[in-house]
Structures are given as structure tokens and as C-alpha cells.
């Protein structure tokens, strides 16, 4: 599982940068990935790369795994505090889309160690 984690921490590490060409590195070409901002799901990396070019326009999102575990039929759950600011830094008031601060549950499924298919779980 070493190596898969390591994958992950480099996502999360590229994505608080806000480095999407360093994520889709990491992440299959045909990827479905979860749409935390307006549910369901964005696929590909031109989907994917509209989302997140449109979410930090609207805000600014940190997320810090602090803890990984394999379930049985292989994926990979990082346990994460998500932490959601406007564009100034400030706590955000009244949103309208999905995002907020709160500790999540994001499931991978890698291939050929890329991530093929991402989803959120709210934790317990």
C-alpha cells in the first residue's frame, strides 16, 4: 500500500498548490472523479480540469489526509479535514454549493496506479 499512499499524498500535495497538471499525472485518463461542489461525478481530465479551474474561482479548499486504510475489495479511504475559505481567506457564510469545513472520507480506486475513480463519504 506504501507506494498507492504516496501517489495520494502527491495529489493531495499538488492540489493544495493548486497544480492541476501535477494531479492529472496521477490520475487516469478516462477518471471519474466526485463533484463535491454540485454532486454526481466529472469525467476525464478536461472535466476535470474545468471543476477545479471553476471551484478556486469560487473558493479556496484545503484538504489534509491524516490517515489512510485498504478496505477489502482494494480501495484506498483517506480519512480528510476539508477546510473551505472564500478567495480572501475568510470562513465561509451562506454558501450555496456543497463545500464546507468538515472531515470527509475520500475513496480511491487505482489502475496501473493511477486513480480511476474518486468519491466522498461523509465520515462518521
Given at each position: 500500500m506504501d507506494d498507492d499512499v504516496k501517489v495520494l499524498e502527491r495529489i493531495y500535495d499538488r492540489?493544495?498548490?493548486?497544480?492541476?497538471?501535477?494531479?492529472?499525472?496521477?490520475?487516469?485518463?478516462?477518471?471519474?472523479?466526485?463533484?463535491?461542489?454540485?454532486?454526481?461525478?466529472?469525467h476525464?481530465?478536461?472535466?476535470?480540469?474545468?471543476?477545479?479551474?471553476?471551484?478556486?474561482?469560487?473558493?479556496?479548499?484545503?484538504?489534509?489526509?491524516?490517515?489512510?486504510?485498504?478496505?477489502?475489495?482494494?480501495?484506498?479511504?483517506?480519512e480528510v479535514r476539508q477546510t473551505i475559505r472564500d478567495l480572501g481567506g475568510k470562513s465561509l457564510q451562506g454558501q450555496t454549493h456543497g463545500l464546507k469545513d468538515k472531515t470527509v472520507r475520500h475513496v480511491f480506486r487505482l489502475r496501473e496506479g493511477k486513480v480511476a475513480r474518486f468519491d466522498i463519504q461523509d465520515a462518521a
Open positions: 492540489f493544495n498548490a493548486r497544480d492541476i497538471d501535477g494531479v492529472l499525472t496521477a490520475v487516469a485518463h478516462d477518471v471519474a472523479w466526485a463533484n463535491g461542489m454540485d454532486g454526481g461525478h466529472v476525464g481530465h478536461a472535466a476535470l480540469r474545468e471543476y477545479w479551474t471553476r471551484q478556486w474561482s469560487m473558493v479556496s479548499p484545503h484538504v489534509e489526509p491524516i490517515g489512510f486504510h485498504r478496505t477489502a475489495d482494494g480501495a484506498i479511504v483517506a
